[in-house]
């Protein structure tokens, strides 16, 4: 079986009836894991719901291509939205779908940093607001507010399920097999498209592992 029969058998078992293709899989050489809105160029933007190219429930099914046939996975502040068990199951995805110097880059809420802030009680972020004048993290005290990041924040897919320091998410990247795991600063990165993929550097930490 080719590499394009393989991927459509792929989408046939792991995608939901209403996905939409916005561009042709040829293109797609790379994937975007619960990327919201975010749009980008060579990425095939995969989550639950909203007008992405395949909607896949990523709770319950892989990524739906092929092994060894991208050349990055990205995945922006929503790996917390999954049990521990299930991260690492996705991490090992990730590595099964790149191509051998594939690069793997996520974005994950800063347990270290957010513990941090706590302890400092560090009213200013933690009471930002929107510009619409809403509460930007919901509770009305610095500890509520603390616990909503593990109990809390709501999304089509469930609310966050599990929290991450560097450390602990890169040794799932260790355990998967990557050949490197390492820390990178918001914006820099092996990937030229991460300035248009990064967001929210004052709670988040990146990580790239290289199969």
Not at 64 to 88: G, H, K, Q, W
Request: aromatic residues 12%; proline residues 5%; glycine residues 10%.
């Amino acid at each position: 079986m080719g590499v394009r029969e393989t991927l459509s058998a792929l989408q046939r078992r792991y995608v939901r009836p209403r996905a939409v293709r916005r561009r042709g899989s040829a293109a797609w050489r790379a994937v975007n894991l619960g990327s919201g809105p975010a749009r980008v160029e060579g990425f095939c933007a995969i989550d639950i719901a909203g007008p992405v190219d395949l909607l896949v429930d990523l709770s319950r099914h892989g990524i739906p291509f092929p092994d060894t046939s991208l050349e990055a996975v990205v995945c922006m502040s929503a790996i917390n939205y999954f049990t521990r068990s299930r991260a690492a199951q996705l991490i090992a995805e990730s590595h099964r779908v790149l191509r051998p110097g594939g690069v793997a880059r996520f974005g994950s809420q800063d347990m270290k940093s957010l513990a941090r802030r706590y302890v400092e009680n560090d009213e200013a972020f933690f009471f930002q607001t929107l510009d619409d004048g809403r509460e930007r993290f919901p509770g009305p005290t610095i500890g509520d507010k603390f616990a909503a990041w593990f109990y809390g924040h709501e999304t089509a897919g469930g609310p966050c399920r599990y929290f991450y320091d560097y450390e602990s998410l890169a040794y799932l990247f260790t355990q998967a097999g990557f050949a490197m795991v390492e820390r990178c600063e918001y914006g820099v990165s092996r990937l030229p498209e991460a300035e248009f993929l990064d967001n929210r550097p004052e709670q988040m930490f990146f990580l790239e592992g290289v199969k």
